[in-house]
């Protein structure tokens, strides 16, 4: 991929990682919502999955409770920042999620904790994790939505074509869930399933939400950001159209977080499969104890009056 593709800065991501490493643990309850969802549904799968991988690993928090779980022998981290990685158990590797150290068929399970949303090829690192997998090997993974930060990103544009008469990218652009299920079928994934979940978290007002993300390592890493600090005028505005807009009762204002999850197989033979147009034995109406029609007809015609 050219850097003319590139969406987001990488170096940057890590370096904001680093910095927010040292209080990291301080503002992670979306990752620990994420990972207690991950662990849900990965306890109502009955599978043994000896050698697992936590891809964007932050500070191994997901790893922690996996280590343990039933049938899961290893979790390996991932983790491009030194500083979190620092803080995770062993095994860990200082690995960036776009291009993954691990040989073909290694891993049993891969799972992803508000990670791979931050990644500029998506469809190249589903392609490498389905690879990494062994056959009948699972990816569960949770990142970031399109709704998430809806607010924010309205606010933010609001107030800079108002102020400055034109506006630059300061929110993510996330994928919805039509995106993603299509990008798992690209990578070859079997038995793919995307859904998706909102989260409405409240702050004392937009200021305090600006100082989580920057806390999460979370601000603003788009190349196409602009390059100046946001100006006290046009961010003044941004806080006021923010209130006067999605401000609640009591002075609080919210903020949405959508999770989505994704779900797939690397291919195996045991899987189930789809059948074949036209290759049904039994024909639907018999199924439904009802006559069937040729097309165009209306089935109110066979009704009969007693």
Not at 127 to 153: M, S
Not at 236 to 257: K, M
């Amino acid at each position: 991929m050219t850097d003319d593709h590139l969406i987001f800065d990488r170096s940057l991501l890590f370096r904001r990682r680093d910095r927010a490493a040292p209080h990291f643990q301080d503002h992670a309850f979306l990752l620990e919502r994420a990972a207690d969802d991950i662990l849900e549904r990965l306890g109502a799968v009955r599978r043994q999955f000896p050698v697992a991988l936590n891809l964007g690993a932050y500070n191994g928090l997901l790893s922690r409770r996996l280590r343990g779980f039933p049938g899961i022998e290893l979790v390996i981290d991932a983790e491009p920042s030194a500083r979190l990685l620092d803080q995770c158990d062993r095994p860990k590797v200082r690995a960036d999620e776009e291009a993954l150290p691990f040989r073909e068929g290694s891993l049993d399970l891969v799972v992803s904790a508000l990670a791979l949303h931050f990644v500029n090829d998506l469809p190249g690192t589903l392609v490498q994790i389905r690879r990494a997998l062994k056959p009948d090997g699972l990816l569960l993974a949770t990142l970031f939505g399109g709704g998430t930060l809806q607010e924010l990103r309205t606010s933010l544009l609001a107030a800079e074509a108002e102020v400055e008469g034109g506006a630059s990218p300061r929110v993510a652009p996330f994928a919805d869930v039509r995106a993603l299920g299509s990008l798992l079928q690209r990578a070859q994934f079997a038995l793919p399933v995307v859904d998706s979940d909102t989260v409405t978290v409240t702050y004392p007002n937009p200021l305090q939400l600006m100082h989580e993300l920057r806390a999460m390592g979370a601000s603003n890493v788009l190349r196409a950001r602009h390059r100046l600090p946001l100006r006290r005028r046009t961010l003044q505005r941004a806080l006021e159209i923010y209130v006067d807009r999605f401000g609640l009762d009591g002075g609080r204002v919210p903020a949405t977080f959508e999770f989505i999850t994704l779900t797939g197989w690397a291919p195996h033979e045991s899987q189930q499969k789809p059948l074949q147009p036209g290759s049904a034995r039994t024909r639907l109406a018999d199924a439904l104890g009802t006559k069937e029609l040729p097309a165009g007809e209306s089935a109110s015609a066979e009704k009969k009056l007693p």
